[in-house]
């Protein structure tokens, strides 16, 4: 809410009241003289998940309570997943009273291909813990934008209370503008508390604020954000890779699992979505690089990729759907030629490929990347556009315990790379 405060601002939307790490003590006396108490929150770069469960949220109804829980958290660790984040500071936010806790965000939808609400009046906590009939996902035309209506028609699906439907129409559309008129590709309100005002009447406040924004849309920018505010701590591998972004062809990673032994180049954000929820642990990188990068690009991607993860890799992993418009002999043909030359400069390695594909020119890049692989000495197997992605998912994990379990040893063997095992003579 630091920084979600100050954007929800623009667009005149309630929030709770906060203060930052540079706060005095007189201040935040003056905030807990007003409010009753404070919630002491540490300040993490980018959404960072089950801090409250982490008893990582304090609590404080005097100075010096405030005080102790921020020399607490101030620079507290926390480990949720593979994520692992140290704060840097603290705010004190002001509590607010309240009956009901909303949970509400706007998402450019890959499923609708649209923008899409949703909202339920089970707030502050997982969604994905609600039964579907407690949760509303609406999706509506960007050309007429988020009306009260949708709110409305949302609520009433979800059979929320009737005292909380009115200030939610008056004040969620304001959240389509931030939304629209600033570059953002996820903004997300949890928890909304319905605080009372004067005569009964409730007040949506803001009380967390998570967002992320497209950053091939300029308009972020006229937010004035500064640079140290980015939620990443870019690996060197991400940088690399990031640099090559262009007009054509996607480069976007993340590293999901420094220790993963599985590493997927996926095409597609559809399919880097379902592979890396697959993949879990053993997967390496997150990634998406469709759009039909041509044959320098996608070189240099791939040569970018094996020189940081294939040395430690059971199997690597070409996978994406049907393509509609990305020349597959081109991407295979690159990362086929990629291979080779890593190979020719690092030496060979144990590894088995696993490949599922299709789009234009699917045969003869599988064509090629079979010659290659073939003159390698590598295992492979490869699934063309009628394998469904999961079952390709499926197979790769397979392999990767199979390679794990003495599979590497075997493949080592065949490619020469150990000697073959004699039998014990007595």
């Not at 997982?126 to 949302?154: C, H, M, Y």
């Not at 924004?213 to 701590?233: E, G, M, V, Y």
């Not at 890593?342 to 599922?356: E, S």
Request: charge should be negative; proline fraction near 5%.
């Amino acid at each position: 809410m630091l920084w979600g405060a100050k954007l929800l601002d623009y667009v005149d939307y309630p929030t709770s009241e906060v203060l930052g790490p540079e706060a005095t003590g007189a201040q935040v006396k003056d905030l807990i003289d007003r409010y009753g108490s404070v919630l002491i929150k540490p300040v993490f770069k980018g959404g960072v998940g089950k801090k409250g469960k982490a008893g990582l949220i304090g609590f404080a109804s005097d100075v010096e309570t405030a005080m102790r829980e921020k020399e607490r958290l101030y620079f507290v660790e926390h480990h949720f997943g593979n994520v692992h984040a140290k704060a840097e500071g603290v705010t004190f936010e002001s509590a607010i009273p309240a009956e009901h806790e909303i949970y509400v965000s706007i998402t450019d939808s890959t499923r609708f291909r649209a923008p899409t609400l949703t909202i339920t009046h089970h707030g502050g906590v997982d969604i994905e813990s609600l039964p579907a009939d407690q949760v509303a996902t609406i999706p509506f035309d960007p050309l007429t934008g988020f009306k009260g209506f949708i709110v409305a028609n949302a609520l009433d699906r979800i059979n929320a209370p009737k005292e909380i439907i009115s200030p939610l129409v008056q004040n969620l559309p304001k959240l389509w503008d931030l939304f629209n008129n600033y570059g953002m590709s996820m903004l997300e309100l949890n928890p909304i508390r319905m605080m009372p005002a004067k005569r009964g009447r409730l007040i949506p406040v803001a009380c967390d604020f998570k967002c992320s924004f497209d950053t091939d849309d300029s308009h972020w920018k006229r937010l004035q954000l500064p640079a140290s505010l980015d939620s990443s701590n870019y690996s060197e591998f991400e940088l690399e890779v990031n640099a090559l972004r262009t007009y054509q062809g996607q480069s976007d990673v993340f590293v999901t699992n420094p220790a993963g032994t599985v590493t997927a180049m996926t095409f597609g954000g559809g399919a880097n979505a379902l592979v890396t929820e697959m993949l879990g642990d053993s997967g390496t990188i997150s990634s998406d690089f469709g759009g039909n990068p041509p044959y320098e690009k996608m070189y240099d991607i791939s040569r970018i990729v094996y020189k940081h993860w294939l040395g430690q890799s059971n199997v690597l992993f070409v996978i994406g759907g049907k393509a509609n418009n990305t020349d597959i002999y081109n991407t295979f043909r690159a990362m086929g030629d990629a291979l080779r030359d890593y190979f020719n400069t690092h030496g060979p390695l144990p590894l088995y490929v696993v490949v599922g594909r299709g789009g234009p020119n699917l045969v003869r890049g599988m064509g090629y990347l079979k010659d290659v692989l073939d003159a390698l000495g590598l295992p492979y197997r490869m699934f063309g556009h009628d394998s469904s992605i999961s079952g390709v998912v499926n197979y790769a994990q397979a392999i990767d315990d199979w390679m794990a379990k003495g599979g590497k040893e075997v493949v080592a063997r065949r490619m020469g790379l150990e000697p073959e095992k004699k039998a014990a003579v007595s």
